[in-house]
């Protein structure tokens, strides 16, 4: 019973249709019919126009996004414990070519308007510092937690003011609306560019990344092309992609992932350290009630010391879960 | 009837079993089983030593392949009209941190000991040029052609007077191998990297980065996950490789596009600008010729004022390629 | 007698006595009094307003200046033997994160319109190719001749028309004037960038970067300090500039040095291969002829095999050339 | 009477009589007799091999030097106050592509054994982070500290057994000779590469990049090229190199500089943030206090809230450091 990671779900069997019927002939890289019809269909999604470009990974899909808003000298203020800063053996340096990241810090991983002031006002001796020029929050966090709509907006607000770029790092977006029970364009928020992530959600290698400041978006086909992310059957991801869309198939997936947490985090009670939002629970254990759980056949990431990380996914078996609770219980 | 591409091909059957095979949990990135058998598997392949890492495109096998040889400040020759130079958007500036690419020229578009040595003797003035430190060459190269072991040989030969790494962009290696009716191991030469081509062959999204020099492909791997390759379901790229090499599907699939070629090349007699042995065919043919055959149904690609390209794959139907042989035929 | 190089002239006078007179306490960088004066010295030599950075080599000033016009994915159409290309050892690829240097061909290494067009007209193939993103041409050029000003008319136009950046290396941009008698702005023509010299000139250790699109100088201080290029002492180099200019010491020190060329040059008659135009001679000379040449005492520059390069500068003296052009006139 | 910075500080005079001494023909950029005297000056100084290389800069020899240790993808363990993390605007992103600072705390701005291991041992999880390749500490620290020779080797030890590359940025290496009363070889422990500074010492322009690892010196003369770091008239940049060395001018200097100090430090008393070691003192003092003192004539630097930044020089005036010693003790 495995609650490593959303990373090895499978991948849904309506992907598995929809890549087998674009298994035809059409033309190459990104100008299928499929892949041309992203933008339109984002569009309405978010309620306003954006640009839609499939990409592999949310490594690739965030730092092309990033590079719509960064200069080679500039910043981008992000949380110290983000992804990009921890888990992407220094992507933004290599895609934004020297740029640096700023870090704020936050609890549960989400910054604020507050410790994003913090950065910035450190930022005051002209041509001697990298100046920011854009902030990069995760919704969900690290941690799995939620932004709400209130938080976007300050956010957005003060990013405005200060004339930076706005980022989100969606590789649990799904799971956020799901759990904030909003539209997608509520949970977006005022954000100028979103990595709508499908792998963690029972996607195979496609992953979303939207642009709303749709002027950039010609300079990003030109930079996937120039780092290899402009696959010649391109179809194929954008297959993927809208079977996610269709009936809304990604929201389903997530809300599913999202029970499955909750099932074990009622049974998790106070051992929790961050409220359960979506489908990532962080849950103190000892080494010996690791072992003893692990000893009835679950298995789950050592996030440190004092905690373990549970992921759920679509395809989690609700019975698991609720064995899962139940061993994690009777510690 | 289209002959426009092999990135147009559909993907085969049993690399669509094999993937499905693969749907079953496994741990992330490249640590399932699947991608940890790849590096037996090529060593097994070429006879020698080799580390192989899949991406998902040749721009990212060839440019980070070229990262074990080549230096930010550095050179690698390679061909007037190499993809690496024509095609990939500046792929090699990106990944190689603004490292240059030193013009050969050379019927063919393949490269000679001759046309190479033409390139390091113009690098004369020390700090103020960029040095050579690797040759890059295209096995077929552009124009369809093979280099045999003895042209191999002596590139490798002064690659190596010269302290060069030599790096393969084998896009349709396989149809190379088919041509040549020789082991991988001889149509590579000494070569120390080796972009090993799928997706143009029958493949989805999976290409193999073959690095000779095993001591780099620690550093490549940290580069892969850097460049946003690294795809958190590895084991679906891994998937379609192990289904490429089993029974040398890699090699059935190259033949019968090799043939396709085949039938046509013999219709097109004179017209053939470069001799037929893979499966790109360049044929001179008038705006009015061109427009007669594509009257009957036939797309390809209008390479320049003087000729089309016409290629086949491994699902190109032979009735198709003698319709169109009988077309041009008849011109 | 040494006709190698004016990069081995001595520094002029008054520029030592600039630079002493500078040695007091002011503020460091670019903060003090003479480095602030000079956006609005030059842009009262131009007639229109421009920014006027210093910096320590032409290379550094003509990678920071294409900066303001040149995306990392994007290229510059420049000569074949330009110094950006030649001589820089792949510097633009550093400052420009990767972009490309796109060649065109032109006699007397002098791009023209037609030159230029032929590039522009090769990038057809969308986001496979790197795309044109300014031109960068050299007053006066590698081969000391000089753009006229319907020639450079004729490339700004077609630059605008393009949505290109113009840039001009102006390496002996006051040689252009001297030969010219033509003011700085009509020699400069509609270039958006301009890196003025006058090391070969008489100076130290500074060189002019002007930048005309006033917007982008500030983002040019931010990449001058990340290369290490804001000198501390800042007011040295600002100091050699202002000296150079007070009573038009740089016109007065480039005529010197063309009238020294024109002595050598009208000696050399037939033997020259291009127009004498600056301080640069191109002469042919068999290995026998240049030994004895070299013999007299006279030290040069082998260019290749057919002709070797004779280089004047503010202080040489006009006796040397004399007898040097006495010398070649005897052979 | 100005305590701001020994960056405003005057050019000692021996450098202008050296520079102009070496206002002779030479050959150009770094092929002159001075500048190819540097490697054997600085070996005898140190007791071991080494090569030096002028630059215009700190900042340029800082990142030039990291780039013997650290690969695009790595990452250089330093103080989170360090100035190439606080004052280069990014210059290490730049020289380094894109590798990453890691960021260590410890008192005074110095990095320990143990704040390094810290950093270190956070790294665990293979390709996903950035990998460390160097350390690079600063002799004297920001907050003017000097590392005594017991903690270097420690640091070094820790360096080797981890394999890192150990850089020492040394701005005010001479003022931490001046303070050890050691010799060079002691004050620099066991580096591979020190930015031995000048500038602020009483020089113009020049630093000297010190490279242990000899090997290592051939691939930064392309660099110092590439980045425009290659002046043509190096030989000015040799002759200061040279007038500092002889009979030990940047110690005589460093030792006023630092006497001066002292005598500021012995009347600020407890007043002293860090204690006196070398010519920067940070002394508390309130807004009112701040401007008492410069009612009196003196200007120095707010570092913050709690207290100012009081720099000396070579050439500060012992009764001015009286005065403002004796205007801080009557506060």
């Not at 983000?82 to 936050?106: Q, T």
């Not at 909003?182 to 496609?206: C, H, I, R, T, Y």
């Not at 391109?234 to 809304?248: P, V, W």
Request: with cysteine; charged share 20%; hydrophobic share 45%.
């Amino acid at each position: 019973m495995q609650f490593l990671s959303d990373n090895a779900a499978p991948v849904h069997p309506k992907l598995w249709e929809a890549m087998r019927a674009a298994d035809a002939p059409d033309t190459p890289y990104d100008t299928d019919a499929l892949s041309r019809e992203l933008d339109a269909r984002f569009s309405a999604m978010f309620g306003r126009e954006c640009a839609a470009l499939w990409v592999a990974t949310g490594t690739a899909a965030n730092c092309l996004a990033l590079a719509t808003m960064v200069d080679p000298h500039g910043g981008v203020v992000c949380h110290e414990e983000a992804h990009i800063e921890m888990d992407e053996c220094g992507a933004p340096g290599f895609y934004l070519h020297g740029a640096k990241l700023l870090l704020a810090s936050g609890a549960g991983a989400k910054l604020t308007a507050g410790s994003i002031t913090e950065v910035l006002s450190g930022i005051t001796r002209g041509v001697h510092q990298v100046p920011a020029q854009a902030v990069s929050i995760t919704q969900a966090s690290e941690y799995g937690l939620c932004y709400a709509p209130d938080e976007l907006a300050a956010i957005g607000a003060l990013a405005k003011e200060h004339g930076l770029g706005l980022h989100m790092d969606g590789a649990r977006f799904g799971n956020a609306c799901a759990f904030l029970d909003m539209s997608p364009a509520e949970v977006a928020g005022p954000v100028d560019a979103l990595s709508f992530g499908f792998v963690k959600n029972g996607g195979m290698g496609a992953e979303a990344m939207i642009l709303f400041d749709t002027e950039k978006a010609d300079m990003i086909r030109f930079r996937r092309k120039r780092a290899g992310h402009l696959q010649s059957k391109g179809r194929f991801l954008a297959a993927q992609i809208h079977a996610m869309l269709d009936d809304d198939l990604w929201l389903e997936n997530a809300r599913a992932a999202n029970e499955a947490a909750a099932i074990i985090a009622q049974a998790a009670g106070e051992r929790l350290v961050y409220p359960a939002q979506i489908n990532e629970l962080f849950v103190t254990m000892s080494a010996e009630e690791r072992a003893a759980v692990r000893a009835q056949g679950f298995s789950f990431y050592d996030w440190d010391d004092t905690c373990v990380r549970l992921v759920t996914h679509w395809a989690t078996d609700h019975d698991h879960a609720r064995a899962l609770g139940k061993a994690i219980a009777s510690l």
